[in-house]
């Protein structure tokens, strides 16, 4: 049997759509990965099957073949491992009710069948609202973050049987409140950088520095050299 669940990859700080398609079948028990995984994904294998069997649905001995699509681009990171997950458990007729039509999912799996925190989750989500995707499952420790997201269904998962039975219908999760980012954070200052004129590389380090929570240190040295008064700034971020 086919299954085909969606999710996201990111080349640097953009996201594309990943089809992860799912075929088992009788013949001699195999578990491939295909579609340019690298060893993280290749690994995700055993991390699948060791979680699947400590939740409450049985590993099946099948052939399985799961192709990441499109197979051109070179896939990275453990986000896969819930995605694929779920398309075995569809494949397998353990998921049996479930709309995935605008549906992405992403998460690393520990052995124990939880899902574990990711890396990239705010790009992931801006690309799947310019996707048009509706809703995303994703490590319920990631749901925070990708609140800020404005009308995408964040729906916060903890472990495989989670996903299981909420994708059946026997259980409920309640999506993560949309945060408010700019009102919530906003501050009416009466001096700002309008105020400088020039100085554009100093405006800049400063913004970078107050953004990462860096420290600052400005050093200004003034010399003449051929009657023209010239200054030079170093800045030190840590």
């Known amino acids: 049997m086919l299954s085909i669940v969606k999710s996201i990859a990111l080349h640097g700080l953009q996201g594309y759509l990943v089809n992860i398609q799912v075929d088992i079948s009788a013949g001699m028990p195999a578990f491939e990965i295909v579609g340019l995984p690298d060893t993280s994904i290749r690994e995700a294998k055993e991390r699948v099957k060791t979680a699947i069997r400590n ?3 049985e590993f ?5 073949v799961v192709n990441l699509a499109p ?9 896969f491992d819930l995605p694929i997950a779920v398309g075995i458990l569809i494949a397998n007729g353990f998921i049996y009710n479930a709309d995935l039509t605008d549906t992405i999912l992403i998460g690393e799996l520990s052995l124990d069948g939880s899902i574990c925190s990711i ?3 705010l790009p992931i989500c801006i690309e ?9 499952l994703l490590p319920r420790s990631n749901a925070k973050e990708a609140s800020i997201i404005q009308d995408l269904e964040i729906i916060p998962i903890s472990n495989l049987n989670e996903v299981i039975d909420y994708l059946n219908g026997n259980f409920a999760i309640s999506p993560e409140p949309t945060t408010n ?3 919530e954070n906003h501050a009416t200052y009466e001096f700002d950088f309008s105020e400088v004129k020039g100085q554009e590389n100093v405006k800049r380090a400063l913004e970078i520095s107050a953004a990462g929570g860096h420290n600052c240190l400005l050093i200004r040295q003034s010399w003449l050299w ?3 008064a010239c200054t ?5 971020l840590a």
Do not use: C, D, M, P
């Open 55 to 57: 939740s409450t649905s």
């Open 60 to 64: 099946l001995s099948r052939k399985i």
């Open 71 to 79: 197979a051109s681009t070179k896939k990275e990171g453990s986000i």
């Open 119 to 121: 890396k990239g989750v």
């Open 128 to 136: 799947a609202k310019r996707l048009g995707i509706k809703r995303i």
């Open 181 to 183: 980012f700019i009102s």
């Open 226 to 228: 051929e009657n023209y």
């Open 232 to 236: 030079q700034i170093a800045f030190y």
